[in-house]
């Protein structure tokens, strides 16, 4: 019989005492909209599982996290490949982890077949540890798998977080499947929103080390499920999954793969460099510089290194997407190696392994640590900001004309990691403890509001703040209750604001609907269409499921604190996206006038497309729509 109950674990982190507490499906789905309830309740961390795990579905087995984000400063979901196959085990289905160790601690948990699960929480030097071996979150891995792992029968997973949860407001948190008694170099990631620094700053814990033997009852009839989707696509689970992955495993139309590939082979027109000065270029000073620097160099690099060596895996659970890019222990994502790749300065695959590999070590959510160091070189170029004022020597090299794409890109390497070095001191020069928007205002302040103005990100209540997914659309900037993910549109068409709002909103329930079933959104091209259908057929109510979803993204919705673009490069964000647009399509009555309303008042006009995404996201996204 598959599941009828949500049985969650809760851990009390200062006394160590626990117990499982279970809800019936039907009043809550999944990590989600349960995460939602226990976040405000308990001001717990919460992780955990799909009612599809262990299923024969690809992608299920995605772990999804939850909380009250010290980052973002809301409710928060951050997710991370693969590592829900292993937790499956212990027989549970959510961890919720409330208040405080005592001293910093790995937990550990383990089930053994029919037992009661075992937890413990051990008390750790977490700043020794990390200062070993590998460094940060792997090191932090390592010694949890030295000490823990012979208790287990089969391998267990880890979840650590490095220096940044301890210095910074928007630490991930770090997993590698442990495959012939070793911890691989995959590494996945819970990386926005910061839950990795509510996990060591509000909850104490450093790592978490789990597996077990448990078997319960999942859903493994491939015939039935073949059926299904050969009713609805004349094509059996295998072959769907194939198509819809094609992006992320190869793609023949780019003669690659991977997000790294396809999105570097296709951005020419619209990449985004140097602190997103690229946006002001004319389009073929873009495309030429996209050809020298990127196509025949960083990407080239890539495809010889990685695609065509086929250097490539799965994050933990068997998926035909294989979109663990490798070479040797560096896994090669477009967003990271975009905000540590070309949006720094950095061209070349020796110094962006290097740059991300101290950050991803040093446990940060990269796209952030990425957006923040571009601004932080953008202020230095500039002369905005000294360099020996953030505690370094040198200032980037951001000459474009005289550009090496060796020398250079290592230089601006070598200057992010002395950047990150500030970060992580107790006295460093570079204090984010409550943020970088906090770090940014105070600069502001005290020297130019042109500081301020460079940098690109999203405004959350007081303090919170997330630096914006790497696609050029106005999107990305939306005001969502949750930024940062993919809970908003980022295509490349013009949408007029109130629209692109209720497109957004739309969005956002889509992805929940994912989140909270654990379905990798890289299947999005099946899941989101047939997944109700399955709901319905595994747990007889998929109209409640989807009434559940709708719930969770109004309150998360009523508590939507977003506040209106406070960096002008926001607003220079939409209005050269507007430019772009013109260029490519002039007939477009809706789009001329949003052009000539920011062509005459950028401020103003910023203001009122804010606005009307807004509206449209509320008008949306309703308990009782209208």
Not at 191 to 217: C, F, N, P, S
Not at 492 to 519: C, Q
């Amino acid at each position: 019989m598959l599941k009828s109950q949500l049985k969650t674990l809760m851990i009390d982190a200062s006394t160590g005492f626990y117990r499982i507490q279970r809800y019936d499906i039907g009043k809550f789905w999944g990590p989600v909209d349960l995460g939602l309830h226990l976040s405000y309740k308990y001001n717990s961390l919460n992780f955990g599982t799909g009612i599809l795990a262990g299923s024969i579905f690809p992608g299920s087995n995605r772990m999804i996290f939850t909380g009250i984000s010290p980052n973002w400063h809301g409710f928060y979901i951050s997710s991370m490949g693969g590592a829900g196959l292993v937790f499956d085990n212990l027989g549970i289905n959510l961890l919720s982890i409330q208040n405080k160790a005592n001293q910093l601690s790995v937990l550990y948990l383990n089930r053994i077949h029919g037992e009661e699960i075992q937890v413990e929480l051990r008390p750790v030097d977490a700043e020794d540890i990390w200062k070993q071996g590998r460094g940060g979150v792997y090191q932090m891995m390592e010694y949890a798998y030295k000490e823990f792992g012979d208790r287990y029968v089969n391998s267990p997973r880890i979840l650590a977080v490095g220096p940044a949860a301890m210095y910074t407001d928007f630490a991930g948190i770090c997993s590698a499947p442990i495959k012939k008694n070793a911890i691989t170099p995959v590494d996945t990631w819970a990386g926005r929103g910061g839950l990795g620094t509510k996990m060591l700053q509000e909850h104490g814990i450093v790592a978490v080390i789990y597996g077990g033997t448990h078997v319960d009852t999942d859903f493994r009839d491939r015939k039935v499920a073949d059926q299904w989707f050969e009713d609805r696509y004349n094509k059996k689970l295998a072959a769907k999954d194939l198509e819809a992955t094609t992006k992320y495993r190869y793609d023949p139309k780019f003669d690659t793969g991977g997000t790294f590939g396809v999105n570097f082979a296709n951005n020419a027109e619209w990449l985004t460099a140097f602190n997103y000065r690229s946006i002001f270029w004319d389009t073929e000073y873009r495309v030429d510089l996209h050809k020298k620097f990127v196509i025949n160099h960083y990407l080239k690099q890539f495809n010889e290194e990685t695609i065509l060596p086929k250097q490539q895996k799965n994050c933990g659970e068997p998926c035909v997407a294989v979109c663990k890019k490798m070479n040797d222990e560096f896994k090669k994502d477009y967003e990271p190696y975009q905000t540590m790749g070309p949006l720094c300065g950095i061209f070349d695959q020796r110094a962006a392994e290097k740059l991300n590999g101290k950050a991803d070590s040093m446990g940060f959510d990269a796209i952030s640590v990425g957006g923040v160091l571009a601004w932080l070189m953008d202020c230095m170029d500039e002369g905005l900001i000294e360099p020996e004022e953030l505690g370094v020597t040198e200032k980037p090299m951001w000459d474009i004309e005289n550009f090496d794409l060796v020398k250079s890109s290592m230089h601006n390497a070598d200057l992010g990691i002395a950047l990150i070095d500030q970060m992580l001191k107790p006295d460093g020069k570079i204090d984010l403890m409550l943020g970088a928007r906090k770090f940014a205002r105070g600069m502001a302040k005290e020297k130019s509001k042109q500081i301020m103005d460079k940098f690109v990100y999203t405004a959350f209540a007081r303090q919170g703040w997330m630096v914006p997914n790497q696609y050029w659309t106005p999107g990305v900037l939306a005001p969502m209750g949750i930024m940062g993910k993919y809970y908003n549109d980022y295509g490349k068409v013009f949408i007029e604001p109130r629209e692109l709002g209720r497109i957004s909103a739309t969005r956002m329930k889509k992805e929940i609907m994912l989140d909270n079933i654990g379905i990798c959104r890289f299947h999005r091209g099946w899941a989101e269409d047939i997944m109700p259908e399955i709901i319905e057929k595994l747990f007889g109510d998929s109209e409640c499921y989807l009434k559940a979803i709708d719930l969770a993204a109004s309150r998360i919705n009523s508590r939507n604190s977003s506040v209106f673009w406070e960096s002008e490069r926001n607003m220079d964000y939409v209005h050269t996206f507007f430019k772009k647009k013109y260029e490519e399509d002039q007939s477009n009555e809706k789009l001329n006038e949003w052009l000539e309303r920011f062509n005459k008042d950028k401020h103003q006009a910023s203001y009122d497309f804010w606005y009307e995404i807004h509206k449209g996201i509320h008008e949306s996204l309703r308990d009782f729509p209208v």
